[in-house]
Structures are given as C-alpha cells and as structure tokens.
C-alpha cells in the first residue's frame, strides 16, 4: 500500500523557518511529481508548490514563492519543504500528496502536519 | 492563474437522495478537473479523475461531467459516509487550484 508520512510540524514565531519532509514508500518514488498542499484551520485546500520526478523543476504557489523551497532525495525517498520567514497566515495543515498521470490527479495523501505560526 | 469557482458552498440532503455540485473554470481547462472528498481530521480523497473518470474503488453513485470551463459532480442515492466535503481542482496548469469547496450535510 502506498504511504506518504509527514514529520516537522509544530509551533513556530513569526519570522521563523521550519522544514517539513514527507518520505514515499510501496512506490517507485523517482518516477513522480510530488506536491505540498495545505488547508488552514476550517478553509479549503491550497495548494502550495510541486516538484517534477528528478528535483529539475519546481513550481510554487504566489503566496509563498521566495520564502518556501521544495526539493527532493530520491534516494531517501522524500521531499521537503523548507519555510522561512513565516507568518501567521501560513497556519495551517500541510500534506504531501502524490501527483499521477496524465491528469496530474493527487492519488495518494499523507497524513499532514500541522504548522502553527505563533508568538 | 485560473480561478475556480465551486458552488454551492454548502447543501443538505436526506439519505438516499441525490446533489449536484457545480465548479467553473475561469479559462478553459479542457478535462483537466479533479475531485476529491474530505471528511473531517483526514486528508482528501480522490474520487474522479479527468473530470468523468471514476477512481478505482470509488462507489458508482459519484459520477463526474464536463469539459471546458463548466463541470459538475453528482451523488445518487446519498449514504451515511457521504456526507462530507467536497473540493474540485484544476490540474491543467500550475498553480494547481482548488475551488473554495462544498460541505454536503444530512437533513
């Protein structure tokens, strides 16, 4: 079964960094686009940024392009996240999800980890 | 950036009955358009693909329609553990936008 596990959440003060990882597992890792998606206490999902299947390309969402950096191992079978200069605006759940196909539908989700951004 | 307006924001039905869920694309996206599900404390879950493809083990009541700018989801004969909320997203083109979402209730 595949299984996408988050870790790196928790609390952290405005102006603050923060690196979320997310690792892959029951699939071939290396072949597909991962995503970060995030949904505020009682919002909608947002989605933040997207890697391609070997770390080349990155896309981020406006809201947080120069402050967040995706990436990825592949050979860990993981990709991050890192925050910086965060804000209160930025709480929120963050999951990795899976991107598949042709239709670079969200397959596979993990299980998210919250970041709250707080003094 | 294309923008996707879902709607209704939310709705309530009876067991058994059926909803329409409506999203627009504020540009074409051809079938670029997925659905999920997401019940509360868990993460979303994918339900059709593609705008009309079903996803493996995903109950035949939910079916998708559309193309273009216009699509819809609909739900037939409502069971207990599908009241839930419901999110489209466009995957034509990043960023990779969702629609507000849809909280379907039970009267």
């Known amino acids: 079964e595949v299984q996408l596990v988050e870790s790196g959440g928790g609390l952290v003060q405005p102006g603050g960094s923060l690196r979320l990882s997310c690792v892959g597992s029951e699939f071939t890792f290396s072949s597909y686009w991962m995503h970060w998606v995030r949904q505020a206490p009682g919002r909608g999902l947002v989605w933040v940024s997207g890697v391609n299947s070997d770390g080349t390309r990155t896309t981020y969402a406006d809201s947080v392009k120069g402050r967040f950096t995706m990436s990825r191992d592949n050979a860990k079978n993981a990709v991050y996240l890192q925050m910086k200069s965060l804000r209160a605006e930025d709480t929120a759940v963050y999951y990795c999800?899976?991107?598949?196909?042709?239709?670079?539908?969200?397959?596979?989700w993990g299980q998210g980890a919250l970041i709250t951004v707080s003094s | 950036d294309i923008q996707m307006t879902q709607s209704p924001s939310s709705l309530s039905a009876s067991v058994g009955g059926g909803v329409t869920i409506t999203c627009r694309a504020s540009q074409n996206i051809n079938t670029y358009l997925n659905w999920y599900q997401q019940k509360p404390g868990r993460a979303p879950n994918l339900l059709i693909y593609?705008?009309?493809t079903l996803q493996s083990g995903v109950p035949s009541r939910f079916s998708g329609s559309g193309s273009g700018t216009d699509f819809t989801l609909t739900i037939s004969g409502l069971q207990p553990e599908d009241f839930a909320s419901y999110f489209c997203?466009?995957?034509?083109?990043?960023?990779?936008?969702f629609g507000q979402g849809t909280k379907l209730e039970i009267k």
């Open positions: 999800a899976r991107g598949v196909g042709f239709s670079e539908r969200f397959l596979n």
């Open positions: 997203q466009q995957s034509h083109s990043s960023p990779y936008t």
């Open positions: 593609a705008a009309s």
